[in-house]
C-alpha cells in the first residue's frame, strides 16, 4: 500500500471491506432502484513498483439477486485511473478540500461515448464511514442521481476476498 498511502492517504485509507446501500433517483428524485452493497477495496504495490487499486462491489436486491462489479486501476500522478470493458476513467483526492475528506470520481461508460458519471465521496473524520453522491449525465443532461451511505466493516479485505470476485456477473433477470 506503500505508493498510494504516501502520495494520496485518503484514497488509500479506502482499502477495506464496506457495506451500505444504494438508493436511485430519477431527475425529480422519485427512487427508481433501492438496493444493498457490499464493496471489497484492495489496494496493491505489483513488484514492478505500480501501486494499484482494485475494488469489487457487490449489489443484492430485495428479491435475492445479485450483480458484482469489479473495477481494477492503477495509480499515476495524483489519481487512480480505471480502464476495463464497461468504463474509462478515474478516482482522486480533491486538494481543494482543506479538510481532506473528499474523494472525486469521473468516467465514461466504454460503449456510450455520450454518457458521463461524476461521483463526490465524502468520507467521515474517523474514516470509518462514508456519504456519496453520483450524478449520472446523458448528453449533457442529468437523468439519474444515487446517494450511498457505507460503513467500513473491516480494514481486512484480504479475508473476504474471493477469486469470484474479479470479473463482472450482471443481475440475472428475475
Known amino acids: ?6 502520495r494520496s492517504p485518503l484514497v488509500a485509507d479506502q482499502a477495506g471491506v464496506w457495506e451500505g446501500e444504494y438508493v436511485h433517483l430519477d431527475p425529480d428524485h422519485n427512487i427508481i432502484d ?21 475494488q469489487t462491489n457487490i449489489y443484492t436486491w430485495a428479491d435475492g439477486s445479485r450483480e ?26 480533491v486538494q481543494l478540500d ?3 475528506r473528499t474523494i472525486m ?8 461515448p455520450d454518457f458521463r458519471y461524476y461521483e463526490m465521496i465524502t468520507v467521515a473524520e474517523d474514516g470509518d464511514a462514508k456519504n456519496r453522491t453520483w450524478h449520472w449525465y446523458r448528453k449533457g443532461r442529468l437523468f439519474q442521481r444515487t446517494v450511498i451511505n457505507e460503513a467500513r466493516v473491516t480494514r481486512d479485505w484480504q479475508s473476504h476476498d474471493d477469486p469470484g470476485f ?6 440475472a433477470p428475475r
Not at 444493498?36 to 514492478?48: E, F, N, V
Open 105 to 112: 470520481v469521473g468516467w465514461t461508460r466504454a460503449h456510450e
Open 34 to 54: 433501492r438496493h444493498q452493497s457490499k464493496l471489497i477495496c484492495r489496494l496493491t504495490d505489483g513488484p514492478d513498483g505500480e501501486a494499484r487499486l482494485s
Open 1 to 6: 500500500m506503500g505508493v498510494i498511502a504516501e
Open 68 to 93: 458484482i462489479r469489479y473495477f481494477d486501476g492503477i495509480f499515476r500522478g495524483d489519481r487512480v485511473w480505471i480502464k476495463n470493458e464497461l468504463i474509462d476513467g478515474w478516482t482522486g483526492a
Open 166 to 171: 474479479y470479473s463482472f456477473q450482471p443481475r
Open 98 to 100: 482543506p479538510t481532506n
